[in-house]
Structure formats: C-alpha cells, structure tokens
Nanobody, 127 residues
Framework: EVQLVESGGGLVQAGGSLRLSCAAS????????IVWFRQAPGKEREGVSC????????SYADSVKGRFTISSDNAKNTVYLQMNSLKPEDTAVYYC????????????????????RGQGTQVTVSS
C-alpha cells in the first residue's frame, strides 16, 4: 500500500520555525520526486518546494526562498521541510506528493498532476 504521511504542523508565532516531515512507503522512494505544496482557504494550490530523490535537485517558490529548506533522507524514506521566519501568509494545509518525474514540476514547483499524495498537515502562523 502506498502511503505518504505528513507530520510536524502546528500553531506558531510569526518569526518562528516548524519542520514538516513526509514519510513515504509502498513505492520506490529513491526514484521519485517529492513536492511540498500548500492550500489556504479561498486560494489556489501553491507549490512550495520540490526535490528529486534520484539526484538531489531542489527548487523553491519565490515566496519561501531563503526561509524554507527541503531535504531528503533516502534511508528513512522521508522528506523534510524546514520552515524558518514563518509569516502569517504561510498559513495553509501543507501536503507532500510524489511524482516519478522531477521534470513535471516547473521552476517554482508548481505542477499539474502527481502520482501519490498525503493527507496534509495544518500550519497556522499567528501575527
């Protein structure tokens, strides 16, 4: 059974930090690219960051560059999103998704489709 399980969300004050985790199972993790995307109420889905597990390439949305860092531990089949200097506008449900092709993401990690997706974790940043 394929699973992507996000964790690490919560409530934090502006300027604070959170680390999200995306634990994967049931597919060849090393062959896939992982994207973190977010969805806030009334807003369009936004790609946040993405990583190729096969060669380590990463990309970021302009809105999070310099504040967020994506990383992958292939031994643990887990991708992390370290979020620093959080802002109220970062408030959203954060999801991770897997795609076989890193090339399916544009330069800011937006995408049209994915192969697998997790259930999401809520991040709330208070001002």
């Amino acid at each position: 059974e394929v699973q992507l399980v996000e964790s690490g969300g919560g409530l934090v004050q502006a300027g604070g930090s959170l680390r999200l985790s995306c634990a994967a199972s049931g597919f060849s993790f090393d062959d896939y690219a992982i994207v973190w995307f977010r969805q806030a109420p009334g807003k369009e889905r936004e790609g946040v960051s993405c990583i190729s597990n096969s060669d380590g390439r990463t990309s970021y949305a302009d809105s999070v560059k310099g504040r967020f860092t994506i990383s992958s531990d292939n031994a643990k089949n887990t991708v992390y999103l370290q979020m620093n200097s959080l802002k109220p506008e970062d408030t959203a449900v954060y999801y991770c998704a897997a795609d076989l092709y890193y090339s399916d993401y544009d330069d800011t990690c937006n995408f049209f489709e994915y192969d697998y997706r997790g259930q999401g974790t809520q991040v709330t940043v208070s001002s």
